[in-house]
C-alpha cells in the first residue's frame, strides 16, 4: 500500500494545471525558446529553418581560470523544441580548428578533450538537474544533478548529439527527449546553462556566468522561457536480457566448469509527470569491475564503493553521511544507507564449513521510487528482496536467511533550495530460522532527520541531523554486537554496561554544522558530532564505530586568479579533537595541507599532520581490552600529478607515517603512468609499495585458567605490493574494450610478542611485558597473494540497448609464514596459482513507449 499512497500523493501535489513559479533570481539572465515549426536535423549544421528562428545566446564568460573574465575564444548557442524534445545548438568558434583536442573515450570520460555541456533544471527548483556533454568526436557524458552541485554519473539517458568540426570551430545539436527529463504539469520555465571547455587552455566559459566563489550548480542557472504545451513526460522503458555465464566450479577431483543461463529485466515507469519508478528482476551484474584488493589487520570494516548500476543511479536523495565532516572529506563511506549491504557475502559460511561459497546474495527483484512536487517536497522509496542463500556439507544450511531491505527517504525544500528538512528511515528485515538465528539479527531499524539552512547572501550555512537506532535478536546475537569492534561494550574500563540478557539494543546519533562558502579568499567550517555507544546501522549502512563525540574545524584559503608562476592555490587547516561518550580523550590533532595548479598545469599536492597531541588513548588498539596510552605521532604525504591534457602523464604519491617514538613508522610509494596511443587507446599503469612496522600491533586475546583475558601485541614486520593496468581502446563512442588487473601480495611476520600490562603508564615500555602465559606458540607471520582482472567488450547498438562480453578472472593464496622469497618473486608467483576463471555475455534490449 505505500508505493501507490505515495504516487497518489505527489499526483495530488501536482495537479494544478500551472504550479506557482519559484520565486525569481532578478540576476538570472534569460532566454525565450521558440517552438519549433519543423523538427531540425540532428547532424551538427544550423542550416535548419528551426535555428533561424531561434535567439541567439551571446555573453558567455569565463569561469575558470579567471572568474568573470573574457573568454579566449566566442561561444554561441540557440534553443528550440517541440512536442517531444528539448533541442540546443551550440558553436563553439576557435581559428585553429586543428588544435581543437578530440580523443575517443567510452561514454562518460572527457578523456582531456574539449567538450560542450548543457545543464538542464527542469523542475526549476535551483537544486536538482541534468546534464549532457559531448566532445567533438560524440563521446557522451552524461549525469543527474542533486543538492545543488552533486552529479550522479551512473545515469545513463537516451539522448542524440550530433557534432562537426569545421573552418569556424566545431558545433554540436543536441535533443534531449523530453521523456527523459522530470518536469510538473504545466511548466513554462526550466533551467539552464551552457558550458564549453576548451582544453588546450584549460578554461571553462559559461552562460550565464558560472561562478566558483559562489557554492552550488543549479541555483546559478539561467532561466529558460517560453516554454508551452510540454505534454506531461509520461514514459516507460523496459529492458530485458538475457545472461549466459560459464565459471570455473571445484569437484572432488579438481575443477569443472558449469554453464547457466539467466534472464532479468530493468524497468522505468512515470507513475505520474513527477514520479518514477524504477525496477529491476533477477539483476546480474558481471560486467562491473571487480573491487580493488585488501589485506586488512585493523579493527574496523573496509569501505567498497558502490559500483553496480542500479544501486548507483539516482541514489543522491538517499545519501545521508555520518561522520562526514570538511576535515575527513567523508573518505570513511559512513552513513545510513550503505547499498552493498544488499546482496551481501553470504556470512555463515565459515559456521556451515561450506567449500567455494557464493560471492553474494542473489538479489531477487528491487525497485526505487522517486519523485519531487513542484512544492519542492522530494520523495524517495527503495526496496529490494534478496533469496536465502544455502550451503554447508550436505546443502541444507542457511549461509546467508532470505532479506528484506528498504528505505524511505522524503526532503521538502524552502526559499529555493537554500533551507530544507529532511526525513529517512531503513529497515531491515530477516527470515530467521535454527540455521541462522543464533548468529544474525532478527531486525534493524534507523531513523532520522535532517536539516540545512543557507542564510541570506549565500555565504554561510547552518546543518544538521538527528539519528536514532534500534536492532533486535536473540540474546546471543545482541551480546556478540556489543562486543563486536563497533561498540566494545565490555572494555574493562569503559564503564558501558555490558549485558548478555539483552534482546534489542537501541542508540542514537547527532551532528551539526556551521560554515561559511562561497567567499573570495576564505571558507571556513565548524562542527560537532555524538555517537552514543548503542547507535547501530551496519544491517544497512556503514558505520566504523559508535560511543565517540567530537569537534573538528577546516579553514581553507584559496586564490584563483592566476599569477605569474600559479593558475591556483588552496591551503587548508584542519583541528580535531574526538572522546569516548565518557569523556576519554580519543585524539587531538591538526594538519595543514596545500594544493598548487602551477601554469604548466602539473599540480603539487603536500601536507602533515600532528597526531595524538597531549594526553589521549586508543581504546580500539585491544580489541575489547583497556584503553591504551598512545603517543604523538607524525605523518607527512605529497604528490605530483601531471597535465592531463599530454599524451604521457607521469604521477606519484608518497606517504610516511611515525608513532610511538619512532618504534612504528609506514611508508608508502605510488608512482603511475597514463599515456594515449592515438585518439583510441588509453592506458595506464600503477604500482603501489608499503613498508608497515608496527610495533603494537594487536596479536590476540586470550584467557588462561584462572579466566584472566591477557591482551597481546606483537612487532609486526610488512610489506605490500601491488600494481594495477587499465588499457581502454574505443573503436567507436559506442564500442569499447576495458581491461582491469590487478596483482597483489601482502607479507609480514611478528615477533617480540608481548602482553598489556600498565596500559596508562606514562612511559612506552611500562604498558607491556613479556606474556606470562607458557602454552603461547612462536607468533609467525602470513603470506597473501592475490589477482583480479576483468576483460570487458561493451556495444551499445543501438540506444539503450548494449552487448556486453566478459571474461573475469580470480587467483588467490594465503600462508601462515611470510616465506623466503622477496616481492617481486611473490608478485611473480601470482601468475603462477590456478585460476579461476568465468565468461559472460550479456544482452540488453531497450523498449520505450
Not at 601536507?607 to 588513548?617: A, E, K, S
Not at 588498539?621 to 596510552?629: K, N, Q, S, Y
Not at 610511538?660 to 603512468?673: A, F, Q, V, Y
Not at 590476540?700 to 588499457?727: C, K, P
Amino acid at each position: 500500500m505505500l508505493l501507490p499512497a505515495l504516487g497518489l500523493l505527489l499526483q495530488t501535489q501536482g495537479a494544478p494545471h500551472s504550479p506557482p513559479p519559484a520565486p525569481a533570481d532578478s540576476a538570472a539572465p534569460a532566454v525565450v525558446a521558440t517552438a519549433a515549426v519543423r523538427t531540425p536535423v540532428i547532424d551538427g549544421r544550423d542550416d535548419d529553418e528551426a535555428w533561424s528562428s531561434a535567439q541567439l545566446i551571446s555573453g558567455f564568460r569565463e569561469a575558470r581560470p579567471v572568474e568573470d573574465g573574457d573568454p579566449r575564444l566566442p561561444t554561441t548557442g540557440r534553443v528550440t523544441y517541440d512536442g517531444r524534445h528539448l533541442f540546443v545548438f551550440v558553436r563553439a568558434f576557435d581559428p585553429h580548428p586543428d588544435s581543437i583536442i578530440r580523443r575517443l573515450a567510452r561514454r562518460d570520460n572527457d578523456a582531456g578533450a574539449d567538450w560542450i555541456t548543457i545543464y538542464v533544471d527542469s523542475y526549476h527548483d535551483r537544486r536538482t538537474g541534468y546534464r549532457f556533454s559531448v566532445t567533438p568526436v560524440g563521446v557522451k557524458l552524461d549525469a543527474v544533478l542533486y543538492d545543488d552541485g552533486n552529479q550522479d554519473f551512473a545515469w545513463d539517458g537516451v539522448w542524440d548529439v550530433a557534432t562537426r568540426i569545421d573552418s569556424t570551430g566545431w558545433t554540436a545539436e543536441f535533443a534531449i527527449p523530453l521523456s527523459q527529463l522530470r518536469y510538473p504539469t504545466g511548466v513554462s520555465t526550466f533551467g539552464l546553462l551552457i558550458q564549453r571547455y576548451i582544453a588546450r587552455y584549460t578554461s571553462s566559459v559559461t552562460w550565464p556566468l558560472l561562478r566558483q566563489s559562489r557554492p552550488g550548480l543549479a541555483s546559478q542557472m539561467g532561466e529558460l522561457n517560453g516554454l508551452a504545451g510540454l505534454a506531461p513526460p509520461r514514459r516507460a522503458e523496459l529492458t530485458p536480457y538475457l545472461v549466459t555465464r560459464n565459471v570455473d566450479v571445484p569437484t572432488a577431483t579438481g575443477r569443472d566448469r558449469r554453464q547457466r543461463v539467466t534472464a532479468g529485466a530493468d524497468l522505468k515507469y512515470s507513475v505520474a509527470s513527477n514520479l518514477t519508478l524504477t525496477g529491476t528482476v533477477n539483476p546480474d551484474f558481471g560486467q562491473v569491475e571487480a573491487d580493488p584488493s585488501v589485506l586488512n589487520l585493523g579493527a574496523f570494516e573496509t569501505f567498497f564503493r558502490e559500483r553496480r548500476p542500479f544501486f548507483v543511479e539516482g541514489t543522491g536523495l538517499f545519501r545521508e553521511p555520518v561522520n562526514c565532516f570538511i576535515v575527513n572529506d567523508c573518505s570513511t563511506g559512513e552513513g545510513l544507507f550503505y547499498s552493498r549491504r544488499v546482496g551481501r557475502a553470504p556470512r555463515l559460511t565459515d559456521q556451515y564449513a561450506t567449500i567455494d561459497p557464493p560471492a553474494s546474495s542473489a538479489i531477487l527483484g528491487a525497485a526505487k521510487l522517486t519523485g519531487r512536487t513542484h512544492q519542492g517536497l522530494s520523495i524517495g522509496v527503495l526496496d529490494a528482496v534478496t533469496e536465502r542463500v544455502r550451503g554447508g556439507p550436505a546443502g541444507d544450511a542457511t549461509l546467508e536467511p532470505a532479506t528484506n531491505y528498504a528505505v524511505v527517504r522524503s526532503r521538502q525544500d524552502w526559499r529555493d533550495g537554500e533551507s530544507n528538512v529532511g526525513l529517512i528511515a531503513t529497515a531491515v528485515n530477516r527470515a530467521l530460522d535454527s540455521w541462522s538465528q543464533p548468529y544474525l539479527r532478527r531486525d534493524a531499524y534507523v531513523g532520522g532527520v535532517d536539516f540545512y539552512h543557507r542564510f541570506p547572501g549565500k555565504r554561510y550555512q547552518l546543518s544538521g541531523q538527528v539519528n536514532f537506532s534500534q536492532i533486535a535478536g536473540t540474546p546471543a546475537v545482541i551480546a556478540a554486537t556489543q562486543t563486536d569492534p563497533v561498540h566494545y561494550y565490555q572494555r574493562p574500563d569503559a564503564g558501558l554496561g555490558y549485558d548478555p540478557t539483552r534482546t534489542s539494543l537501541a542508540g542514537n546519533s547527532a551532528e551539526f554544522r556551521f560554515a561559511k562558502f562561497g567567499g573570495a579568499r576564505t571558507n571556513v567550517e565548524t562542527a560537532i558530532g555524538r555517537r552514543s555507544a548503542g547507535f547501530e546501522i551496519n544491517d544497512l549502512g556503514f558505520l566504523r564505530r559508535a560511543d565517540e563525540q567530537n569537534w573538528s574545524s577546516w579553514m581553507a584559503l584559496r586564490w584563483r586568479t592566476p599569477k605569474a608562476f600559479y593558475q591556483s592555490i588552496q591551503w587548508n587547516f584542519n583541528l580535531w579533537h574526538h572522546w569516548t561518550t565518557g569523556g576519554l580523550p580519543l585524539e587531538h590533532a591538526f594538519n595543514s595541507n596545500v594544493h598548487v595548479q602551477f601554469n604548466s598545469r602539473w599540480w603539487l599536492h603536500t601536507g602533515g599532520t600532528l597526531g595524538r597531541l597531549g594526553r589521549v588513548y586508543c581504546d580500539r588498539c585491544a580489541r575489547g581490552g583497556p584503553a591504551v596510552l598512545t603517543d604523538p605521532t607524525i605523518s607527512w604525504w605529497g604528490g605530483i600529478e601531471p597535465d592531463d591534457r599530454r599524451q604521457i602523464q607521469p604521477s606519484v604519491w608518497a606517504n610516511y607515517w611515525r608513532a610511538d617514538g619512532g618504534r612504528t613508522e609506514s611508508i608508502n610509494l605510488s608512482p603511475s603512468l597514463d599515456f594515449r596511443a592515438g585518439s583510441r587507446l588509453a592506458a595506464s599503469v600503477g604500482l603501489s609499495w608499503t613498508r608497515n612496522r608496527d610495533n603494537t600491533q594487536w596479536y590476540d586475546n586470550v584467557d588462561d585458567a584462572a579466566g584472566t583475558t591477557h591482551y597481546l601485541f606483537a612487532h609486526l614486520e610488512q610489506h605490500t605490493l601491488s600494481m594495477t593496468w587499465r588499457i581502454d581502446y574505443t573503436l567507436t563512442p559506442n564500442i569499447t574494450l576495458q581491461v582491469y588487473a590487478s596483482p597483489f601480495v601482502s607479507k609480514g611476520t611478528y615477533s617480540d610478542l608481548r602482553e598489556l600490562a600498565a596500559p596508562r603508564a606514562a612511559v612506552y615500555d611500562d604498558r607491556y611485558q613479556p606474556p606470562t602465559l607458557l602454552t603461547l606458540s612462536a607468533p609467525g607471520g602470513f603470506n597473501f597473494k592475490e589477482f583480479r582482472s576483468n576483460v570487458v567488450f561493451r556495444w551499445e547498438y543501438r540506444p539503450g540497448s548494449v552487448l556486453f562480453l566478459v571474461w573475469q578472472q580470480g587467483r588467490q593464496d594465503q600462508r601462515d609464514l611470510e616465506g623466503s622469497r622477496p616481492l617481486g618473486g611473490d608478485l611473480r608467483d601470482v601468475f603462477r596459482l590456478p585460476a579461476d576463471n568465468a565468461f559472460l555475455l550479456k544482452a540488453s534490449y531497450w523498449i520505450n513507449w
